[in-house]
């Protein structure tokens, strides 16, 4: 089976988001940089029905120089190769422009299966994976947390609220992965030193014989307000703090 896993480098959670002070975006200096979490269990995905049909896995990633490290760890978790689309010029592609990269890229080599996060923890946007399914005119099943194939059609479940949706599609698929469908390994050492020498292929867009045009434009980006500083309420009576305490809520706080 020839299966194909999407990824983004985006920066780590623990990470201090920080906007410009022009509002054009976010600071980036120190910043960590990792794998998307939500594509690291499409990537995981990937390498379970690698394990179970055989064939190869390959990473695709369109994103800046950096996101190198990103496809390495994939290669470095068991897939077999990887597509970097790195290109300056379109640095900051909103959804449809990546979509129609991812698209372009993966037209060129043979694909079954096709996984990706639900969404990147970036931008949130969650648009990609189903424009990209779109593009191609392939079957989309979102969000899922549990997926089987015979090789011929994949089955999901998607939950939804207080229920689950059991969907079935033939493959070709797009394959959107949510935490709890797998649990990603770790990159043994190995695997780290096999994957500084698994192969790259390493494009621009211009390569791909796609134009691209964003449809959507970041304005401006700002900052949550601060959150006003806590009280503590003194006192050695229980029923005075806690009278108190309605108070403060009624009347400062407004929330009875």
């Known amino acids: 089976m020839n299966i194909v896993a999407c990824v983004k480098q985006v920066p780590d959670t623990e990470a201090q988001i920080k906007v410009k002070p022009d509002g054009s975006g976010i600071d980036e200096s120190g910043i960590k940089w990792v794998m998307n979490p939500y594509d690291e269990f499409g990537v995981e995905e990937a390498l379970k029905y690698k394990e179970k049909f055989g064939g190869d896995v390959t990473i695709v990633c369109f994103g800046p120089g950096r996101a190198m490290e990103s496809i390495r760890t994939a290669l470095a978790m068991g897939a077999d190769k990887g597509i970097h689309i790195d290109d300056p010029a379109y640095e900051g592609a909103d959804a449809y422009a990546t979509a129609s990269v991812l698209a372009a890229a993966i037209k060129g080599i043979p694909y079954d299966i096709i996984f990706c996060g639900q969404r990147a923890i970036d931008d ?59 649990e990603p390994r770790y990159a043994s050492l190995p695997g780290i030193m096999k994957a500084k020498k698994k192969p790259v292929d390493v494009k621009k867009v211009a390569d791909l014989g796609v134009t691209l045009e964003s449809k959507a434009k970041v304005v401006k980006m700002v900052p949550p307000p601060a959150r006003p500083p806590g009280k503590i309420i003194s006192g050695d009576e229980p029923a005075a703090k806690a009278a108190e305490l309605a108070k403060l809520l009624r009347e400062e706080a407004k929330v009875i």
């Open 124 to 182: 949130d946007s969650g648009q990609v994976a189903a424009i990209l399914a779109e593009l191609l005119d392939l079957p989309q099943l979102t969000v899922v947390t549990k997926a089987e194939s015979d090789g011929k059609t994949v089955k999901v479940v998607r939950p939804v609220e207080g229920a689950s949706f059991v969907i079935e599609a033939a493959l070709p698929a797009v394959v959107t992965a949510q935490k709890g469908l797998n």
